[in-house]
């Protein structure tokens, strides 16, 4: 905001709230491919494989309402796609976090979600 020079129209701390959400499930989905993965090269090579994904489904690069319904879809699971819809309203409109009740919702149910799937397939090993 004070670098560039861009206006926000809502609460910072609102803004930092919803950022530390949309962290924690990104932060839960690296725990999930973590996992899954058997190595670290694996590890690195999923979450490539997502990232991209997060960043041009998103909504952030693209239209989200000119996607196919069905790649929408697949957007709903990713936390990047939640969070751009969060830092517009917050950034763009100045809407409070009870306006931005749904992705906020999503967002959180979406960490849940990672975080119960990344503990039941936990197995310690010693390797």
Do not use: C
């Not at 499930?25 to 999930?32: E, K, N, P």
């Not at 069905?70 to 409109?93: D, K, M």
């Amino acid at each position: 905001m004070l670098l560039f020079d861009v206006p926000v129209n809502g609460s910072l701390l609102e803004l930092y709230l919803g950022a530390a959400l949309f962290i924690a499930a990104t932060l839960a989905l690296g725990l999930l491919i973590s996992t899954i993965a058997s190595t670290q090269f694996q590890a690195m090579q999923m979450g490539f494989f997502t990232l991209m994904p997060s960043v041009l489904l998103s909504g952030f690069a693209f239209p989200f309402e000119g996607m196919p319904r069905a790649v929408q879809w697949l957007a709903q699971v990713l936390p990047l796609t939640h969070f751009v819809e969060i830092l517009r309203g917050v950034i763009l409109r100045g809407a409070h976090l009870g306006q931005m009740r749904l992705p906020l919702l999503k967002l959180a149910g979406l960490l849940v979600l990672m975080v119960a799937f990344a503990v039941a397939r936990f197995r310690k090993r010693l390797d």
